[in-house]
């Protein structure tokens, strides 16, 4: 365990006992300990860490080592948690920071997760650079992510050629009122990659979807609906376009497989997200 500070300050200026603090801590400790499954022992820790942080656990299955730690107050500057991460990486410690006010993002091979009070219980969330706010964040308990870190479910979702994909699209669906054919202007759409279920999917607005993921979601469309693959030339030429009917819908169309080019357009816009993966059944 870290050392205890005499006191430390809230996100509003005021002084915390240090009674207070070192409960807070020892809390995680005990909910971190109560979450490990059985074969993990407490290890010590390397070497110290950068102000503002505290180890709050450390423990190793015999070929793992895991180390959780708690960044407390607000940070000037994120660069010396980096480079003590790399340190730790370094050395063969594998890393969960957790913040108690104003996470950084998450980076590749630095999850950070914020925690907060609610009622009596800590519950922690995964910071992501870029979160949908409009998307259900995914909440758990300190027990239940330190469960999740030794059993290797807490992982980074990645989109790669060959990979399989669902998509939920919201659009504009145009019915021509003459021969009832069917087009879809795609407003945006949602991909989530099959392999990481549990993952934050990402999302693209028309402007960002490139034209072999479009190509990829009008030949979707024209799967399920085979016998209304577009609007009639012939009747826009006749009608006009003033003479079609429109409506938003929201549609969840896959599994898709993603060619490379496809792949290539969304790796173009995703940011690193860890996530923690669903436990497997029979857990």
């Known amino acids: 365990m870290g050392s205890v500070v005499c006191s430390t300050r809230s996100k509003h200026g005021n002084r915390i006992p240090a009674c207070r603090a070192k409960n807070h801590m020892d809390d995680l400790s005990l909910q971190i300990a109560a979450g490990l499954p059985l074969g ?79 009622g009596n219980a800590s519950v922690a969330t995964i910071s992501n650079i870029g979160q949908d706010a409009s998307a259900e964040p995914q909440m758990m308990d300190i027990a239940q992510l330190a469960k999740a870190a030794a059993e290797n479910r807490m992982r980074v979702a990645d989109f790669q050629a060959g990979c399989n994909v669902n998509i939920t699209i919201t659009s504009a669906e145009v019915a021509c009122v003459k021969c009832g054919a069917i087009s879809f202007s795609v407003e945006r759409a949602k991909f989530y990659p099959v392999d990481h279920p549990g993952a934050p999917g990402l999302e693209l607005k028309k402007f960002k979807i490139g034209r072999s993921l479009s190509s990829l979601i009008t030949n979707a469309l024209k799967w399920y609906y085979p016998t209304q693959n577009c609007v009639c030339i012939g009747c826009i030429a006749q009608l006009g376009r003033g003479r079609t009917v429109s409506r938003i819908v929201t549609m969840r169309i896959g599994p898709i497989e993603l060619s490379k080019l496809a792949a290539l357009e969304l790796i173009r816009h995703n940011n690193t997200a860890w996530y923690v993966s669903y436990p497997p059944l029979s857990a």
């Open 40 to 118: 993990w022992v407490p290890a010590p820790q390397p070497f110290g860490l950068p102000d503002h942080a505290v180890n709050l656990y450390s423990a190793s299955n015999g070929s793992r080592r895991l180390m959780f730690i708690l960044v407390k107050g607000p940070l000037t500057s994120a660069m010396p948690l980096i480079s003590a991460n790399a340190k730790l990486r370094k050395s063969g410690v594998e890393t969960v920071w957790l913040f108690d006010e104003n996470p950084i993002p998450s980076t590749r091979h630095m999850p950070c997760v914020s925690i907060r009070k609610i």
